[in-house]
Nanobody, 126 residues
Framework: QVQLVESGGGLVQVGDSVTLSCAAS????????MAWFRQAPGKEREFVGV??????????YSDSVKGRRFLISRNSAANMLSLQMNSLKSEDTAVYYC?????????????????WGQGTQVTVSS
């Protein structure tokens, strides 16, 4: 059984940094892609970033975080995904979800992912 389990969320202040982690088990995603999405209250689930190889080189970010302060990476075994978020803003408040796709499509839409975590809440307080 495939499981994605996020951790690392919580209540932080504007300007703080937080790193989210996602532990994958049950199958290998070494040839696939892993991504972060987020969903704020009353809004659609939004793509944040995707990585399709180990490390941080082959990544793509949404326009809302591109060039900002977010860094997505995964380990070589593709069983651990992380999202480092720096200089957080109140608009970053959301539930953050880890997603995985075994086919490596690196999709920016939710329907491109088969496996999802339960989500972790990040609240940025001013």
């Amino acid at each position: 059984q495939v499981q994605l389990v996020e951790s690392g969320g919580g209540l932080v202040q504007v300007g703080d940094s937080v790193t989210l982690s996602c532990a994958a088990s049950g199958r290998s995603f070494s040839s696939g892609s892993m991504a972060w999405f987020r969903q704020a209250p009353g809004k659609e689930r939004e793509f944040v970033g995707v990585v399709w190889t180990a490390g941080t080189t082959n990544t793509y970010y949404s326009d809302s975080v591109k060039g900002r302060r977010f860094l997505i990476s995964r380990n070589s075994a593709a069983n651990m995904l992380s999202l480092q978020m720096n200089s957080l803003k109140s608009e970053d408040t959301a539930v953050y979800y880890c997603a995985a796709d075994s086919q490596g499509r690196a999709s920016t839409t939710a329907d491109g992912y088969t496996y999802w975590g339960q989500g972790t809440q990040v609240t940025v307080s001013s």
